[in-house]
């Protein structure tokens, strides 16, 4: 190992992989990947199922295959890998420590940094779920590790708190296992996974998915028991009288994300409240200068292909930042999240571009919408519209910015979302 480098790479998941080798195609060939695991990949390896892989290479693949391909290209390519390194700071001058087993300390010392340390799942202790500790209940994610890399089934009558898309998955992944799964429960009026996996994964499976429930209270001695399970209101308030108990042996958590921010907070980025995340430019760069971040570190994405193409854009203005090719425009252009939505990534746009034909953009709703029209907003003017049959917030928008659209005195631009005139619905 050396100890400089033109780019770190922190994080050898679908992320961090996609932006090294997009970076090493564009001319950068002094790159570093630092992994904590003893393996690429990021969770990909214990996704067994498919799916994976429609939208980047057109074709349906299991979580392993796409992480191969991936894998594969990183040898070839000869970029230098450093697994089972744990970093533990990095500072805003762009200085890394870093734990090794074989090595020791490492300091490292970068001229850019792409951060890409993914997510974990929020935990019992997280969502405060009263009763007793015992052993059963588990977040889906370590139900699938369990399950699909040590081979070990968690139990034989299963309730699942959360219908996000890890939750519904490991319900039929516990089905085809021989387990009994009792009930998908959602505290929220819809699910908050992907329509394909509610399809899938519940119907196809008769497993039944009880919506404006929740778990109240888990019970057992040195196992879980039951559960007590309870209907709620619009306010996630129980509805006296509603209360029934479930016997189960396991419990599997589905109850959301958490970008792994802790690196970045240690740089001294503040991270935003609604993804946190922190808040980028079109390049997905940070506030501190030749810091960049992707994929879920950023914002929690629904598809790893969208992980892979945003760690993609990332890589390029990655490689224009060292090669120093930037032209900044004359102002910062602000993206706001308006009317149903929870947040826009990017946050700003700070750089011309004459080879780029739009800027694409990330974003998700709050709630359910049907016949809708997304409009880009400048001094409450719309400048552009599109038009969507619906949105939900377990389903990410991807929408495009052109870039002629963007005028150099433009200093905000508000994204809402409102439901289509009936007028126009029947002249189209």
């Known amino acids: ?244 108990w479930l016997s189960c042996d396991t419990v599997l958590l589905s109850v959301g994300l958490i970008p792994e921010n802790e690196l970045t907070k240690s740089i001294g980025i503040e991270l935003n409240p609604v993804t946190g995340g922190a808040e980028v430019n079109e390049m997905r760069e940070t506030e501190v200068p030749g810091v960049f971040a992707g994929g879920n570190v950023l914002h929690v994405h629904d598809l790893v292909d969208w992980v892979t193409e945003e760690a993609e854009i990332a890589a390029f203005g990655i490689v224009n930042y060292l090669k120093n090719e930037r032209i900044k425009r004359e102002n910062s252009l602000n993206l706001k999240a308006g009317d149903n939505l929870n947040y826009v990534i990017p946050n700003k746009i700070e750089y011309k571009d004459v080879n780029r034909d739009y800027i694409k953009m990330f974003m998700r709703v709050k709630e359910p919408m049907e016949d809708i029209e997304i409009h880009f907003i400048n001094n409450e003017k719309s400048i552009l519209k599109y038009n969507k049959d619906f949105a939900l917030p377990g389903e990410m928008l991807t929408l495009n910015l052109p870039e002629q659209i963007i005028d150099k005195d433009m200093k905000n631009i508000k994204i809402s979302l409102k439901k289509q005139d009936k007028e126009d619905l029947y002249e189209k």
């Open 1 to 244: 190992m050396k100890s400089r480098y033109q780019l770190a790479v922190i994080g050898g998941g679908p992320a961090g992989m996609a932006a090294a080798l997009k970076a090493r195609e564009k001319g950068i060939e002094d790159i570093i990947v630092l992994e904590r695991d003893k393996y690429l990949g990021g969770i990909l390896p214990q996704c067994i199922h498919n799916g994976f892989g429609l939208e980047y290479f057109d074709k349906e693949l299991t979580g392993p295959e796409y992480a191969a391909k991936f894998i594969s290209d990183l040898k070839e390519s000869e970029i230098e890998v450093q697994d089972e390194t744990m970093v533990i700071e990095i500072n805003d001058k762009k200085e890394i420590t870093a734990l090794s087993e074989s090595k020791g300390i490492i300091k490292i010392k970068a001229e850019a940094v792409f951060l890409a340390m993914g997510c974990r799942e929020r935990t019992r202790e997280n969502i405060k779920i009263p009763g007793d500790r015992l052993a059963g209940v588990l977040t889906a994610g370590t139900a699938q590790r369990y399950t699909n890399i040590e081979g070990f089934v968690p139990g034989k009558k299963v309730v699942i708190l959360g219908s996000g898309d890890i939750g519904l998955i490991m319900a039929r992944r516990m089905k085809l296992e021989g387990a009994e799964v009792k009930a998908v429960l959602e505290l929220l009026p819809y699910s908050k996974g992907l329509i394909r996996n509610q399809v899938q994964c519940l119907h196809d499976y008769d497993i039944p998915l009880k919506l404006n429930h929740t778990i109240t209270r888990i019970e057992g001695k040195d196992r879980v028991k039951r559960v007590k399970v309870a209907e709620v209101d619009d306010n996630s308030e129980v509805i006296p009288g509603s209360e029934q």
